[in-house]
Every structure is written in structure tokens, then in C-alpha cells.
């Protein structure tokens, strides 16, 4: 079973898409299934997992009902409000439908890079493992030590990180790809924390290559191994640099070299371990 682990549907007109810039010509527009659908039967993606894109708990109902309605939707992952622990009574409520899985705070967007630390946001951790519910850490590579902090404090928490950690491969330094490695080495060594394999090119410059994104992939596959690397589009977020099939022919470049168990592994054995996807 071939496996998108990570990509979006999204309507602006909700209005709570705070991040996203008016009027972009790429991400200002209306995402659904229908326009996925031909991307994935040209790829041979049988399911996705369908991730959150506003800092709502009405986008994560929104969400599972396309995931509802849409069968290749294996997995849906939302967002409750991880200041106010009364969202426990609704992250209970939500493990109560059959496609929700976990959440994902948009930790790269706080400005505070200490939020994750903060006392009165400990519990939703704690209720995640105890619902036995993900957590997708979505940063950037400075928040590389608090997210190992918290990993390692809640080590029955499931994990994944998000976009191998956003390195910025843009920035084509030395320097910056020794602490982005070094972070990451350590959340493989101290934690059991897969990786998505995702949003590579998006961190790119625009003229990106493959070979300036070997490097990273890399390290990922050395220190975590295929079992604990899931491939993910970040659809429709890639387009910023390629369409879907631009990107996957991308990983399975960098991914050719590897036997056929690895492969089957990061395009979809890992996602349905991690994600229980049957």
C-alpha cells in the first residue's frame, strides 16, 4: 500500500488561515479531493493522511468530514487548543471518530520558541499518550532541543517530526546543516520518533535539486533507518516549487538506491505503522 503521509484540503473562504498570504497565486485558493485525486492515481497512492492547516478545532471537523466522505482519506490529523486544558473533554471527543489520529500544534508559528516548555500546555502531552494519540512536531531546526526535551518527558507520547524539521537548505551553509544534523541525530538516538520525509523542496531555493537535498535525506535515512522514515507530498504546499508528481519523482530519486523493502518502508509501511492504517 503506497502512502502520502502528509498533505491538505483547505478552503480559504473559512477564514482561519492565518498564515496564509492574500492573494497568493499558488496557496489562495481552494484545495479538495477532486483536484488531488488525478495526482495520486498517476503516483499509485492508495490513501493519505490528511493534515491540519489552521490552529481550529471547527477545521479539524471540517477535515474529518471530507475524510468521511473521501475514501483514499486514511488518517486525519487536527488541532485542539493546547492552552486550555479543558480541550481534553474534545481531544476524547475526537478520538471518537474512526480517521482522527492525533494533532499538531503550529508550533513553527509562535513566536515564542519556548511555548512548548510552558507548564500549563503539559497536559495535553500527557493526554495524548494516555488516548494513545500522535503528535506531529511541525518546527523549525531551532526548536530541535525543546522538541527533544519534550520527546524525552513524554516518552510514551507516538511522534512524528514534520518535514525532517524544516532544515533551511536554502541557506546552503555548512554550519547550519552541523546543527540541524546534530539536533536530529539526537532525536533518533533518544527518542522513538519517526520523520517525514516531506516539504523538502519547499526549503529550497527555487531553482532546488535533488542533489542539494541528498545531503539531508541522507543523514535521516543513517541515524532513524527506513522504519521510522514516512514519504509525504505536503500538497498543495509543494507547488510553491513543483506539482506532486515533480516531488515524488524527487524522493524516488533519492530514494533509488535503496532495496525494495526500505522503499516500500518510507512510500507507506512506515505511515501505516505509525498512523494504524489497515
Known sequence: MQIDAHQHYWNPARGDYGWM?????????PYLPADLAPALAAAGVDRTVLVQAA???EETEYLLGIADATPSVAAVVGWVDFEDPGNRAVLARLAGHPKFRGVRPMIQDIPDDDWMLRPEVQWAYAALAELDLSFDALGFPRHLRNFHRILTRYPGMRAVIDHFMKPQIRDDSAEHFRFWAEGMTRLARDTAACVKFSALITEDRPDWSVERLRPYFGHVLEVFGPDRVMWGSDWPVCR?????????????????????AARARIFGGTAAAFYRIG
Do not use: Q, S
Not at 21 to 29: A, E, Q, S
Not at 240 to 260: S, V
Open 240 to 260: 510553491l516549487r513543483a506539482e506532486y508528481e515533480g516531488w515524488r519523482a524527487a524522493a524516488e530519486a533519492l530514494t533509488a538506491g535503496l532495496p525494495a
Open 55 to 57: 490552529p481550529t478545532v
Open 21 to 29: 498570504p492574500k492573494g497568493d497565486g499558488v496557496l489562495d485558493r
